[in-house]
C-alpha cells in the first residue's frame, strides 16, 4: 500500500507540475493562466513532500519534508480562490478577501515550525505513526477549508447566471475542484481523521476531468501547447539519442587509452553539435510537426495587422468581404466561410441577405438565410451566448441535455453542414450582420486564441463593411444625381441655345428700325428736311439719345449672342491703344462736362508698342468703363490710364463715385446682374456691358477685374491683354 500510495503521489506531483508549465507557457501575461500555475505548483509540492514523508527513516528528514508540504498546502486554498476571482471576473470585489488570505497563509506558514502547529514529526516508514498536531494546525484547517468551500459557493452562483462555454467551463473548474479538494478529507489530515489517506485514487479523475475541459471547452486553451510541447521532446530525444550513440563510439575508440574520460569527451562533442544544428533541428521537427499536428497554424498579430490594412483601404463591399474572407480561409484553413447582412425587406422587417460565399453547395447559403423566422433566432441565441456561437458545442450540449436552442431545426441545419462558428458583427452596439465559418480542413476544434482573434476581427469588419455600404449607397446616390444633372444640364442647354437664337433673332430684327430712326432723326436735326422749331431740339435730342441706348442694347445682345453661340468674329491687327482712348475722351467729353465732372487722362511715359487685338471690340469695352464711371459719379474726376509690364498692356479708369461693397463686387461681369442700390444712381443699366467687356478681354487672351475700398470710396475698372499675338508668337514694332 505504500508504495501505491508512493506511486500516486509522484504521479499527482508530475502531473501537477506539467500542467501548471504548460499553462503559464500558453500565456504568460495573463493573470488566469499564473495563478492556475500557482496553484498547479502548489499541488506539485505537496504531492511531492507527501511521497516522502511517508518513505523517509530519520525525525529530521521527516520535519524537512513536513514543511515543504505545508508550504505548498498552505496557498493553495488562496492561490485557488484567486483563481476563481480572476476567472469570474470579480477580483476588485474580492481584493480584500484575497489579501486576507495570503497574510493568513503566510502567518501558517511562519507557524509550522513550531510547536504550536506541530508538537512531533516521527518518521513514518509508512502509515504506522501519523504527525502529532498542535493546536493552531486546526486554525490552518479552517482556513483551508473557508477559502476552498467559498470558491466552490462562487463558482455555483456564477454557474447559474452564465450561458454556453462560460456555463461549460465553470462546471468542469467545479467538478475537478470537488475531486481535487476531496483528496483533503485523507490525504492532508489523516491525523485528525485517522483514516487511510485514499484521495490520490482520484488522481485519474482529476487529469481526465482536466484534459476534457481543456480540450473540450478551452479551459486556459494548452491544446497547442501541448503539441509543440512534442515537437520539443522530439529534438531532446534525437539530441540524447545522438549523446548515446556518440559516448558510446568515442568509448569504443578511445576505451584503451589511459586517463580518457569518455564521457567528458563525447560531452564536448554533443555540446558542439547541440550549438550548430538545435536551431536548424528545431525548425526541422517543427515543421514536420506542424503538417501532422497544427495543419499550419498562424501568427495572431500578423493576421490582426492584414484585417487592419485591409478594413482601412478598402472601400468597395464586394472587394471589402472578398480580401476578409480569403485572410481568414487562410489563416484558420476553414472549409467554407460566407457574410450574411441584415438588410430591410419590403415588408419593413429585418431579413438576412448573403453578400458573399465560398466553399458552399450552391443554393446552401441562400436556404439557410432563408429559414424560417432565422432573423429573430440569431438575435436570441446571440443575446443569449452572448458573443461567437460556437455550433458543435451547441450541438454536443443539446445531446447532452445541458442546452436547449431556440431552434433545433436551424441548429441541426448549421450542424449538418458543416458550419463550425457564427460569429456576430456589431455596429455602435447594434447587429449588423454575421461572418459564418465552415469548420476546419485538419478537422481540429476552434481554439481559444482563435476565438479571441476572430472577437477582435469582428469589431473592425463590422465598422468597415458598414462604412462600405454607406460609400456604396453615397456613390449610387451620387451617380443617380449626376444623370439628373446632366439631363437638366441638357435641357439648360437647349433652352439657353433657344434663348440665344431668339436673342439674335429679335436683335437683328430691331437693328433696322432703330438704325433708320437714328438716320431721320440726324437728318432732322442737321436741317436737311427744313428748320424744326426750337421747341422741338429738346424732345429730339432725348429721342436721339434713348435710340442710342436702344442701339447699344441690341448691340450687347447681339455680341452675347454671337459669343456664347461661337460666331462671333474677331478681327485682330496692331492697335494703337492710345489712339483708341483718345477716341473714348472725344466722344464722351460732351457727357462729362455736363455732369460737370473732370477727366484725367495719365498717357504713358513711354511710347506703348501696338497691341495685337481687334481695336473695335477693345474700343467698347474702353467706352463701357468710361461711361460707367460717368454714370455713377457725382462729383469729382476721372482717372483714366494706360500702362505695360511684362508683355501685358493694361488699361484702368478711376472714379470717385459710389464705390462697390464687398457683396456687389461678387456681382460684377456677370450676365444680367447689377449691384444693390445701382439703380438709384442709373436707371438705364442692363447688366450686359461689363458681361460683354469680360467676353471680349477673355477672348483676347486677358482678364478683367474692378477694385474698391468700399461703399462710397470709388472704384477702379482695370483689363489686361497681351501685346503680343498669343497664337503667332510674334511681338510687333513699336512704330
Known amino acids: 500500500m505504500v508504495t501505491f500510495f508512493i506511486f500516486t503521489s509522484l504521479a499527482t506531483a508530475i502531473l501537477s507540475f506539467l500542467t501548471g508549465i504548460f499553462v503559464c507557457w500558453q500565456n504568460r501575461k495573463s493573470k488566469l493562466n499564473k495563478l492556475w500555475f500557482a496553484v498547479s505548483m502548489g499541488a506539485a509540492l505537496w504531492s511531492l513532500s507527501l511521497s516522502r514523508i511517508v518513505s523517509v527513516k530519520t525525525e529530521e528528514s521527516a520535519i524537512i519534508w513536513n514543511w515543504f508540504l505545508y508550504f505548498g498546502a498552505t496557498f493553495i486554498p488562496i492561490f485557488y480562490f484567486h483563481f476563481t ?21 503566510i502567518i501558517c506558514l511562519i507557524l509550522v515550525p ?62 475537478t475542484g470537488f475531486i481535487g479538494f476531496g483528496g483533503a478529507f485523507t490525504d492532508f489530515f489523516p491525523q485528525i481523521f485517522n483514516i487511510y489517506p485514499f484521495g490520490h485514487f482520484l488522481v485519474g479523475f482529476y487529469v481526465a476531468f482536466i484534459a476534457y475541459a481543456i480540450t473540450r471547452y478551452r479551459l ?19 539530441i540524447t539519442g545522438i549523446f548515446s550513440i556518440i559516448a558510446a563510439l568515442v568509448a569504443y575508440l578511445f576505451s584503451g587509452l589511459t586517463g580518457f574520460k569518455s564521457i567528458a569527451a563525447s560531452g564536448v562533442i554533443i555540446a558542439t553539435l547541440v550549438s550548430l544544428f538545435y536551431q536548424p533541428l528545431r525548425v526541422l521537427v517543427g515543421r514536420i510537426t506542424n503538417t501532422f499536428l497544427y495543419k499550419k497554424t498562424y501568427d495572431p498579430d500578423i493576421l490582426i495587422a492584414k484585417i487592419t490594412e485591409v478594413t482601412a483601404s478598402i472601400l468597395n463591399l464586394k472587394q471589402l468581404l472578398t480580401s476578409i474572407c480569403g485572410i481568414l480561409t487562410e489563416a484558420f484553413h476553414s472549409e467554407k466561410i460566407g457574410v450574411a447582412l441584415l438588410k430591410i425587406g419590403t415588408n419593413k422587417k429585418q431579413k438576412l441577405e448573403v453578400a458573399f460565399v465560398e466553399g458552399f453547395k450552391p443554393g446552401i447559403a441562400e436556404s439557410l438565410v432563408k429559414f424560417p423566422d432565422v432573423v429573430s433566432i440569431m438575435y436570441k441565441e446571440i443575446k443569449r451566448v452572448g458573443g461567437i456561437l460556437i ?185 494703337d491703344l492710345n489712339s483708341l482712348v483718345q477716341e473714348v475722351i472725344t466722344k464722351l467729353k460732351l457727357q462729362i462736362e455736363a455732369k460737370k465732372l473732370k477727366l484725367i487722362y495719365e498717357q504713358p511715359k513711354v511710347a506703348l508698342p501696338k497691341v495685337w487685338c481687334d481695336g473695335e471690340k477693345i474700343h467698347e469695352v474702353m ?52 449691384g444693390e442700390g ?32 468700399g461703399e462710397g470710396k470709388g472704384s477702379t475698372f482695370l483689363f489686361s491683354i497681351p501685346v503680343k499675338d498669343p497664337k503667332k508668337n510674334l511681338v510687333p514694332d513699336k512704330k
Open 85 to 105: 476571482s480572476v476567472l469570474l471576473g470579480i477580483e476588485k470585489q474580492k481584493k480584500k478577501s484575497i489579501i486576507v488570505g495570503y497574510i493568513l497563509s
Open 114 to 175: 513550531t510547536k504550536l502547529f506541530v508538537k512531533s514529526a516521527p518518521p513514518m516508514a509508512g502509515f504506522d505513526h501519523w504527525l502529532e498536531i498542535g493546536p493552531l494546525y486546526y486554525f490552518y484547517v479552517v482556513i483551508f477549508f473557508i477559502y476552498v468551500i467559498y470558491s466552490s459557493i462562487l463558482i455555483l452562483q456564477y454557474y447559474r447566471k452564465v450561458v454556453g462555454v462560460r456555463k461549460s467551463q465553470l462546471l468542469y473548474v467545479l467538478i
Open 220 to 238: 486556459m486553451d494548452i491544446r497547442a501547447i501541448i503539441f509543440r510541447s512534442i515537437a520539443f521532446g522530439l529534438v531532446i530525444f534525437i
Open 391 to 575: 455550433i458543435d458545442e451547441m450541438k454536443t450540449r443539446f445531446e447532452n441535455g445541458e442546452f436547449k436552442p431556440v431552434s433545433e431545426k436551424l441548429l441541426g441545419a448549421l450542424h449538418e453542414n458543416d458550419i463550425a462558428l457564427i460569429v456576430p458583427l456589431y455596429t455602435k452596439e447594434k447587429l449588423t450582420g454575421v461572418i459564418t465559418i465552415g469548420t476546419k480542413k485538419s478537422g481540429d476544434p476552434y481554439n481559444r486564441q482563435d476565438l479571441r482573434v476572430l472577437n477582435i476581427i469582428s469589431g473592425q469588419a463590422a465598422i468597415a463593411i458598414d462604412n462600405a455600404q454607406m460609400y456604396g449607397h453615397l456613390e449610387e446616390l451620387v451617380k443617380e444625381r449626376t444623370e439628373e444633372l446632366e439631363n437638366a444640364n441638357i435641357q439648360l442647354r437647349q433652352l439657353d441655345k433657344s434663348k440665344s437664337e431668339f436673342l439674335s433673332i429679335a436683335s437683328h430684327q430691331l437693328r433696322t428700325p432703330l438704325t433708320a430712326i437714328k438716320g431721320w432723326i440726324s437728318m432732322i436735326e442737321e436741317g436737311d428736311l427744313g428748320a424744326i422749331p426750337e421747341k422741338f431740339k429738346r424732345p429730339m435730342d432725348v429721342v436721339y439719345a434713348s435710340n442710342e441706348r436702344l442701339i447699344r442694347l441690341v448691340n450687347d445682345l447681339l455680341n452675347i449672342s454671337r459669343i456664347e453661340s461661337g460666331r462671333q468674329k474677331y478681327e485682330f491687327k496692331y492697335n
Open 623 to 674: 467706352m463701357n468703363f468710361v461711361d460707367n464711371a460717368v454714370k455713377y459719379s457725382l462729383k469729382g474726376s476721372i482717372n483714366v490710364s494706360l500702362k505695360i509690364d511684362d508683355g501685358m498692356v493694361t488699361y484702368s479708369v478711376k472714379d470717385n463715385g459710389v464705390g462697390i461693397t464687398k457683396n456687389n463686387m461678387q456681382l460684377l461681369f456677370k450676365k444680367f446682374s447689377r
Open 678 to 709: 445701382s439703380f438709384l444712381i442709373n436707371t438705364e443699366g442692363t447688366g450686359l456691358g461689363l458681361y460683354v467687356a469680360k467676353l471680349v478681354v477673355e477672348a483676347h487672351g486677358g482678364k478683367i477685374w474692378a477694385e474698391s475700398e
